[in-house]
């Protein structure tokens, strides 16, 4: 007995003194590894990277820009769903344990033992708060010390986080595959949903992508995946979250998801998109664009937008297809799966309805074509194989652009088209207006490009952009990158500078030939108008403009000086400097359509300063505005306490007021008149109050109309990338006021017709539309209401720029100036 007490005694001792050293060790191992652990306090501020967001002006999205695609989301906006589908699969006892869950590493050990050899996945052991502390403070590094470091964080992480705050950063931080990163970009890419809209099956098949979304690739790997989902949506029913109905019903759902675009969200907004994302990283830098979470609020009017693009496209085809045939993209061999070798040859992606075809057979009446097969998500041909047929009518437009049968329309469909041809086709549209079914129309990518830009003249918020044909084509923004010669869509600058300066719109100038000395054995320059050879003599500045006279423009200008012009082309923002050169007054200087519209809107508004702008306000991750592109001051608009019959608010505009409001009125006026009987006469068919001025450069390269509702302003350019001849009499009346005309009719379509607003201070007065002067009661001829300022009237009597008789009078405008022409060298006119 002695023995035996000796001995347990011993085994005491021995046990204590093991306990001890195994107390002692594991305290020395935890003081060891404890030393260089990671501050683990900076997750209190963690700021992941998130995506900045781009939305239209009706709070449709536009884009996304980010280098991980995450959204954050707090806890509490995350549907009770979605967290029990990711504990279901991840850590079941979250809510239970303190980081580490002891009795979850026992029966994984056992189940390993068990399922030893049976090539059955192992269950995982590690928490969601061990994975948060090896995500934000550790490596991926497999080894024992990692696993303790782990350990030890994952306990000091419990204690210092609500479990809450601790399931929050995992849900945002982990990376599920396909570039997006937390659950509510997960969302988004694989079904185009956000997190409150996802199905027991989509959060399941979510839920099981962390420990391996390259593995449960939807397309790639659909069997794994589906095998996947489904254990989560057992491990649900079996704990008791979700009824036995909703997992029957889940396991049997398919796996669709939705290859979601990196690329802008509105039809035919991706050069807005572009340069709105210019924009953000001029400001603030690429971390901020990318990583920073903005919220972006835009200008853009989708349904305007998709006006503009419509109307700019079909100006640019209509123009190119006048110009005939260039003949198919390219060619391929149709024997075999022909399907798969059109799939290899790059399409543009943003010209709907227009689609990639493959010419299979022809005959004298119609051609049979294939259309080119998309691509699975996981990059793979769809086998499905579509076709159509394109008939004689769908190429007549069709004729060659070369050879001997250039100008010639086709009389079979072998004139034009071969099998193996690659090409575009877009429904074919009947005399009735509607689809013809199964019936395409052969289409060709046009040469010819060109922009359009659509302003609010009041705030300077640009409403649409069309930058080119199509941005899949090329990405340079010719509305805000082009710098092109306005030609005498510049005009109205030099007209506005001269009424600024004691000039009305009856003045008269002399249209006539002239002579320019350049000086320096640069030679003499002859300016002409568009019709060379044809001046109607002594003409009113209003009729000048309207006709688009070339000698008034250069006269006048020599009148009021380069200078002065230059100033004014400066304060429009036109130019930065103008050279002091002639040849400028006609447009000769290189600007860009954004420009020139912004301009415009300062005609239209009054005179009243504007800055362009894509964006209306930009808010950070929380919530917090750090720009706002209005910055009028509202005096009254932060009353407390609501309304208490105080005064209303008042919007503050401190603008500079860089043209006179009179002045900017009858320049209106004066363009107004360009549209309703001058060189933009295309436009009157709006029937609507519009102002604006054609442009046509030399050589008929560029081809420009600017102009503007009292509410609205356009601009327009038409021209080859690299510059040439458009073609005989391809003027701005030609080619750009149409586009305009049909855009406006269909922006303006539900809009009243209001006239232009007439600023306090103006005279009407009537006058004779030819000369000028004042009408007298029962005068012969048309009248006009002619806008005059405060000290300034009609003349009684002509003291014309530029010109007089022999006897050194003034010549007067012919009444008959609508249908006389004087020749050079007539009538002493020099």
């Not at 499905?384 to 069709?398: E, F, M, S, Y």
């Not at 705030?459 to 805000?480: I, K, P, Y």
């Not at 447009?587 to 504007?610: D, I, K, L, W």
């Not at 406006?744 to 600023?759: C, E, Q, W």
Request: aromatic share 10%; charged share 25%; with cysteine.
């Amino acid at each position: 007995m002695h023995r035996l007490v000796r001995f347990l005694g011993f085994l005491f001792t021995i046990g204590t003194v093991v306990f001890l050293v195994g107390v002692g060790a594991v305290a020395g191992m935890i003081w060891h590894y404890s030393r260089d652990l990671p501050d683990y306090s900076q997750l209190q501020d963690y700021e992941p990277p998130v995506m900045t967001r781009v939305h239209a002006s009706d709070g449709s999205l536009l884009g996304e820009y980010s280098k991980e695609r995450r959204l954050y989301l707090p806890i509490q906006a995350v549907p009770k769903l979605v967290i029990n589908a990711f504990l279901a699969a991840e850590d079941k006892n979250f809510y239970e344990h303190g980081g580490i869950d002891f009795f979850g590493m026992a029966r994984a050990g056992l189940l390993y033992a068990e399922n030893y050899g049976s090539n059955r996945r192992p269950q995982g052991a590690s928490t969601i708060t061990q994975q948060v502390t090896k995500n934000f403070l550790l490596t991926n590094e497999v080894s024992f010390t990692r696993k303790i470091k782990e350990a030890l964080l994952a306990m000091r992480l419990e204690r210092a986080y609500s479990k809450d705050k601790i399931l929050e950063l995992y849900l945002n931080e982990i990376y599920l595959g396909l570039g997006a990163y937390g659950i509510a970009a997960a969302s988004l890419v694989y079904f185009d949903k956000s997190v409150n809209e996802l199905t027991v099956a989509e959060a399941a098949y979510l839920a099981a992508l962390p420990k391996a979304p390259a593995a449960l690739h939807p397309i790639r790997n659909r069997d794994r995946a589906i095998e996947r989902r489904n254990y989560v949506i057992d491990r649900l029913l079996e704990n008791g979250w979700i009824k036995q109905a909703d997992a029957d019903k889940a396991r049997k759902d398919p796996l669709v998801v939705t290859n979601r675009t990196n690329a802008a969200h509105i039809f035919a907004g991706e050069y807005f998109a572009e340069e709105v994302r210019r924009d953000v990283f001029e400001r603030y830098g690429e971390k901020k664009l990318y990583e920073g979470g903005l919220s972006v609020r835009t200008t853009l009017d989708p349904k305007m937008q998709v006006m503009a693009r419509k109307t700019m496209v079909a100006g640019l085809v209509n123009f190119d297809e006048n110009q005939g045939w260039r003949g198919a993209i390219s060619k391929i061999d149709i024997a075999g799966d022909w399907g798969v070798k059109l799939a290899d040859v790059k399409s543009l992606s943003d010209i709907s309805p227009w689609r990639m075809a493959v010419v299979l057979e022809t005959s004298e009446q119609s051609a049979r074509i294939g259309f080119q097969p998309g691509r699975e998500l996981g990059g793979a041909v769809l086998k499905d194989r579509q076709t159509g047929n394109i008939p004689l009518d769908g190429v007549k437009w069709a004729k060659a652009a070369a050879g001997p049968a250039r100008g010639r329309t086709p009389t079979a469909i072998s004139q034009v088209l071969s099998p193996g041809d690659v090409i575009y086709a877009d429904p074919l549209i009947g005399k009735d207006g509607a689809i013809v079914e199964g019936q395409y129309r052969l289409r060709q990518l046009p040469e010819v490009s060109g922009a359009m830009v659509v302003m609010d003249p009041w705030t300077g918020r640009v409403l649409a952009m069309v930058g080119g044909f199509s941005f899949d084509q090329s990405q340079f923004n010719r509305a805000t990158q082009a710098y092109r010669q306005p030609g005498s869509s510049f005009k109205p600058i030099v007209y506005s500078s001269a009424l600024d300066n004691g000039y009305t719109p009856s003045t008269v100038v002399v249209d006539a030939p002239i002579e320019i000395d350049q000086g320096q054995g640069a030679g003499v320059w002859r300016p002409e108008n568009y019709s060379a050879g044809h001046y109607h003599g002594p003409t009113t500045l209003r009729n000048a403009l309207r006709w688009s006279l070339n000698t008034v423009t250069v006269r006048l200008a020599q009148d009021v000086g380069m200078p002065l012009i230059g100033e004014y082309a400066k304060r429009f923002g036109v130019y930065d400097e103008l050279p002091n050169y002639l040849s400028y007054a006609l447009g000769a200087g290189e600007t860009t359509v954004m420009r020139m519209v912004t301009a415009y809107s300062m005609f239209a508004n009054g005179g009243r300063r504007v800055k362009p702008t894509l964006i209306d306000r930009i808010q950070d991750r929380y919530g917090h505005t750090i720009f706002k592109h209005d910055a009028r001051e509202c005096r009254g608009c932060d009353a407390a306490g609501g309304w208490k019959n105080q005064p209303e608010p008042q919007l503050v505009d401190r603008r500079e007021q860089v043209l006179d409001a009179m002045t900017a009125y009858q320049i209106t006026s004066m363009m107004e008149g360009v549209v309703q009987g001058g060189t933009a006469i295309a436009l009157k068919e709006v029937g609507k109050p519009i102002a604006g001025k054609t442009g046509t450069t030399n050589d008929e390269k560029d081809a420009w109309f600017v102009g503007f509702s009292p509410d609205l302003v356009v601009g327009i350019y038409v021209g080859y990338d690299k510059p040439r001849n458009l073609g005989r009499k391809a003027t701005g009346g030609v080619l750009a006021a149409p586009i305009a005309r049909d855009f406006m009719k269909l922006a303006l379509a539900d809009k009243p017709a209001i006239p232009f607003r007439v600023p306090a201070g103006i005279k009407l007065i009537l006058v004779d539309q030819l000369t000028g002067m004042r009408a007298s009661p029962g005068s012969g001829g048309k009248t006009i209401l002619e806008a005059f300022k405060p000290g300034t009237a009609p003349p009684d009597n002509y003291s014309v720029i530029g010109v007089a008789d022999a006897d050194g009078r003034p010549l007067a405008p012919s009444p008959d100036a609508d249908r006389t022409i004087l020749r050079s060298g007539t009538g002493g006119l020099y």
